[in-house]
């Protein structure tokens, strides 16, 4: 049975099809490229809140100027990363390519950075003949699914994120460029401090903000392994299957994923084949717990990065 969730807005009505309870909706054949009414983009907006995941397909969206006009709708841009280069003559653009290694951990887009992006596109350039999908899973989901004892533990926990850390790959699965990947993604370190529990500036909804740059948490007399151990448990609420969309590419393809309250992961199980998408990210606010605190800089200047944007 296909269910259909309409978001009415003054006079636009965009038809999703959801793609499971808890995450994911889809629209087939909706026109992005040029500019957007008012009434659309507040659509979209409804839809990714409600949503928190979206896929356009046969979304006309054809270049990286298209892409970076399609994101541009939804607030100022950040440039393509803060350590890794982007497309040549496309700041805010980062290419996503097999080429470079893939990005099997459950993450969510940069939040080793005081102001993690908002919302993350992704726009398919060269799909896989099979595989290389992206799973996206609800962070809100699984703050939800947890014991009331363990949600409110996790309501008081403050993680330390960070772009460098120990992420040992074995050797047969190392890609041939990888140290140097790894030089770029590190030659400058940041580390920050966030909620673990972060309230969505939009809905108020509550998601589990961790991932994998999310590497201890801020306990006095804690050890590092206790403290992963921890990581682990919250972690393993986030990527169960029913708060996991699994998202197929094809030609000509949009997604858009509300990076404050999702996880996400691309499995390696294409077989080397070619597989290339570009990535443009929105400029987000600073996240805050359920008291209303704010994340906090302990190390690096994220600032030629990304503005800090009002949300939206
Ligand atoms: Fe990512």
Redesign the pocket.
Same mark, same amino acid.
Request: hydrophobic residues 15%.
């Given at each position: 049975m296909t269910i259909v969730t309409e978001n009415r807005t003054a006079s636009t009505t965009l038809a999703f099809t959801k793609l499971g309870s808890k995450i994911g909706a889809e629209i087939r054949g909706l026109d992005l490229r040029g500019e957007l009414s008012a009434d659309v983009v507040a659509g979209i907006r409804a839809a990714l809140n409600e949503h928190k995941a979206l896929v356009f397909r046969e979304a006309n969206i054809l270049t990286d100027e298209d892409q970076v006009r399609f994101a541009g709708h939804f607030g100022p841009l950040t440039e393509a990363h803060p350590t890794v280069a982007s497309v040549e003559g496309a700041v805010n653009v980062l290419p996503v390519d097999s080429e470079n290694g893939s990005?099997n951990t459950w !993450?969510t887009?940069v939040t080793f950075v005081v102001n993690p992006p908002q919302a993350?596109t992704l726009r398919s350039i060269t799909v896989p003949e099979y595989g290389g999908e992206t799973l996206i899973a609800s962070s809100a989901a699984a703050y939800q699914d947890l014991p009331a004892e363990l949600r409110t533990f996790a309501d008081s926990l403050w993680a330390i994120h960070t772009n460098d850390y120990d992420y040992s790959v074995p050797k047969n699965l190392e890609h041939a460029n990888a140290d140097e990947r790894r030089k770029e993604f590190t030659r400058q370190v940041f580390e920050t401090v966030h909620p673990v529990v972060r309230v969505h500036p939009l809905t108020g909804e509550r998601g589990l903000f961790i991932g994998g740059f999310a590497q201890r948490l801020r306990i006095v007399g804690l050890s590092n392994t206790e403290s992963k151990d921890i990581i682990r448990i919250l972690q393993a609420y986030v990527v169960r299957p029913e708060n996991v969309v699994r998202v197929n590419w094809e030609p000509n393809q949009l997604v858009l994923f509300d990076n404050r309250i999702t996880q !996400?992961y691309a499995p390696d199980n294409y077989d080397g084949l070619p597989r290339t998408l570009n990535?443009v990210t929105i400029a987000g606010d600073v996240p805050v717990s359920i008291e209303g605190k704010p994340s906090q800089a302990l190390q690096g200047d994220s600032s030629t990065y990304s503005v800090i944007a009002p949300v939206r």
């Open positions: 990005a !993450h887009d993350s !996400h990535r």
